[in-house]
């Protein structure tokens, strides 16, 4: 630490390096993605958000993780909290964070939403072919790419229309050049149309719903047992065409120990915690601990037919 101004002290700067000129712009996912398919180490770690809370976004966006993954499918948000998680997000990492939003598949208010507050990852669930995305694209992009509607309420002109790319007033350009999109497969319709799914230059990166899968293939899949060979048979054609046509893999581990597969299967982008599951798993760990520490000291004391006072000294038990 130094007695200096903040701009003197770089070693105070967070890193930003995918940003966008505004922090109410989408970070560039799509470069993000692309360096970490050409080097593992850059491999992008985020955390899963259900809890429709800004404060947890705060949190959270306060460490700094690659991403925030915001599932808007089955957590409760709505459209305010929705806006203002997306800019605490990349407001409290110093833009370090980009965020990820999994929209319901035709909920147009949602991914407006999203879009304006600056998403820079939609994961489209339960992608079952090629039109699918096809729509997507004209909801998500600007012309020419698409027929995105442009929102007066997302820049001042002068104050906060600044982009990375020349001759971008509106920042159309950081949009359609950032914005990625994540075709999820959930489905026996969606497996059959992999390929073509993947195929499409539009699809920029490919995510596995395993449990949506399985119950829409019948397959009696229990947590903590091993795969049944038709979940594994599927999985493989999911890894398989994902690297044929040089798609990144996105999604969850459940815990370190999954990670260094996953890598090998192709995932670039990683939800390594969730809030939900952090929050339960803090408080039943919390639990156990206490219980077991009052149940050694409870035993002790029975054992030795002492107790111990106010102040920590052994009273004899009558």
């Known amino acids: 630490m130094a007695d200096t101004p903040f701009p003197q002290q770089p070693q105070l700067h967070t890193t930003a390096e995918h940003r966008a000129a505004v922090l109410t712009y989408p970070a560039n996912l799509r470069e993000a993605l692309r360096q970490a398919k050409e080097d593992p180490k850059k491999t992008l770690l985020g955390v899963a958000q259900g809890i429709p809370s800004v404060f947890v976004t705060k949190v959270m966006a306060s460490a700094k993780p690659d991403f925030i993954w915001i599932d808007v499918e089955h957590g409760i948000f709505d459209r305010s909290t929705l806006y203002d998680c997306i800019h605490a997000a990349q407001h409290h990492s110093e833009g370090k964070t980009m965020v990820v939003c999994r929209i319901p598949k035709h909920d147009e208010i949602s991914l407006t939403t999203a879009l304006d507050a600056g998403a820079a990852g939609l994961v489209i669930p339960h992608t079952e072919s090629a039109q699918d995305i096809k729509d997507k694209v004209k909801e998500v992009f600007y012309p020419p790419l698409g027929q995105r509607s442009f929102s007066p309420w997302t820049f001042t002109p002068g104050i906060?229309?600044?982009?990375?790319?020349?001759?971008?007033?509106?920042?159309?350009?950081?949009?359609?050049?950032?914005?990625?999109l994540i075709a999820q497969i959930e489905s026996v319709e969606g497996m059959n149309n992999i390929e073509e799914i993947a195929a499409m230059p539009e699809v920029d990166a490919l995510m596995f719903g395993p449990g949506?899968?399985?119950?829409?293939?019948?397959?009696?899949?229990?947590?903590?047992?091993p795969p049944p060979q038709e979940f594994m048979d599927?999985?493989?054609?999911?890894?398989v065409t994902a690297h044929k046509y040089g798609k990144?893999?996105?999604?969850?581990?459940?815990?370190?120990?999954m990670i260094p597969m996953m890598l090998q299967q192709g995932y670039k982008g990683l939800a390594v915690t969730f809030d939900v599951w952090g929050v339960a798993n803090m408080v039943k760990d919390g639990m156990s601990e206490a219980r077991a520490v009052i149940e050694k000291d409870a035993d002790a004391a029975a054992e030795n037919g002492t107790a111990k006072d106010a102040n920590g000294a052994a009273v004899p038990l009558r």
């Open 248 to 257: 990144p893999l996105f999604g969850a581990a459940q815990g370190p120990a």
């Open 212 to 225: 949506d899968y399985s119950a829409d293939a019948g397959i009696d899949f229990k947590l903590g047992s």
């Open 160 to 180: 906060s229309n600044q982009s990375l790319y020349a001759n971008d007033e509106w920042n159309m350009k950081s949009s359609n050049k950032h914005i990625c």
């Open 234 to 239: 599927a999985m493989t054609k999911f890894v």
